[in-house]
């Protein structure tokens, strides 16, 4: 049963935007905090952006400026405005959501910006 549902990546040029969506469909527990990973080849899985219940955010220093995470608590979805984009920010990004139990991912959609 899939829980998370991610949405909106694809290939863009440099310095153009992309916003990505995840959808939550899980219900019965309350959600702690979202937010968004990425992994480029050969990397490790980075921190980009989180967003907590209470509307924190927080960001990864090669994203600040130029990515906006926000949600919308009755959609269950987070999303990420990603402008200004790079090369370097070529990665599959995969969403997350933090419950009292548990924690979900997404399937990861990619994101390739061309130079």
């Known amino acids: 049963q899939v829980q998370l549902v991610e949405s909106g990546g694809g290939l863009v040029q440099f310095g153009g935007s992309l916003r990505l969506s995840c959808a939550a469909s899980?219900?019965?527990?309350?959600?702690?905090?979202m937010g968004w990973y990425r992994q480029a080849p050969g990397n490790q899985r980075e921190m980009v952006a989180s967003i907590q219940s209470d509307g924190t955010t927080k960001y990864a220093d090669f994203v600040k400026g130029r990515f906006t995470i926000s949600r919308d608590g009755a959609k269950n979805t987070v999303y990420l405005q990603m402008n200004s984009l790079k090369p370097e920010d070529t990665a599959v990004y995969y969403c997350y959501v933090n419950y009292i139990v548990r924690t979900d991912w997404g399937q990861g959609t990619q994101v390739t910006v061309s130079s």
């Open positions: 899980e219900s019965r527990f309350s959600i702690y905090g």
